[in-house]
């Protein structure tokens, strides 16, 4: 027998939507299915444009402490690229310091398409726990997860010049967009955990 369930999501954060844009952020490990290449490809068009918006980037391995070579090329390169507002995080935060790095972000998810349709993301549900808009790609789990609430937005092809204009939209109308990432947050929560509850409870 087997029973369908939605996913668990995190509670919201009460005071995330009172804090003003700080950065772009890409959290979780660095991967090419995560679409890593991607972020450092928009790091390196902010740096070729002057743009002064600051990035926080996770450069940590996944759970098995390991990087393929194309990563670790990525990783070079974006240590190359001397952009003073960016930020590289090189060992797995603590779950305080990774909760803190939300508030105030856009979260890049430029995931594969493929690999992420109907994969869950943890990235996002804690993303939109602290009222924090999403871009990501469009036909993944996670595009389908903030579309229709207004979350953030869901692009075609995650390249660094569309990743560039979805992050100025979001910028431009950060306030409407942190609230429906938390109005889209406490839906999930109050959706996710009472089925299981009750289940437990049996």
Known sequence: QVLLLPYP???????????PFR?????????????????VDL?????????????AVQISADHYGKLDAVTREDIARLKALRYPPLTLVGDTPSPEAYAA???GSICLQPYNRAEFRDRVSGVTLDALAHACPVIATAGTWTADVIEPCGAGIALA???AESLYAAVNTVRAGYARYQAAALSAGHA???DSWRPLLDRLQK
């Open 101 to 103: 790095s939300f508030p």
């Open 9 to 19: 999501a995190p509670q919201p954060a009460r005071t995330a939507s009172a804090v």
């Open 188 to 190: 999930r929560n109050r």
């Open 157 to 159: 092809e995650p390249d």
């Open 43 to 55: 790091v390196a068009l902010l740096a070729a444009r002057n743009e002064s918006i600051p990035v």
């Open 23 to 39: 950065h772009l952020l890409y959290a979780g490990a660095a991967r090419q299915d995560k679409g890593f290449k991607a972020v």
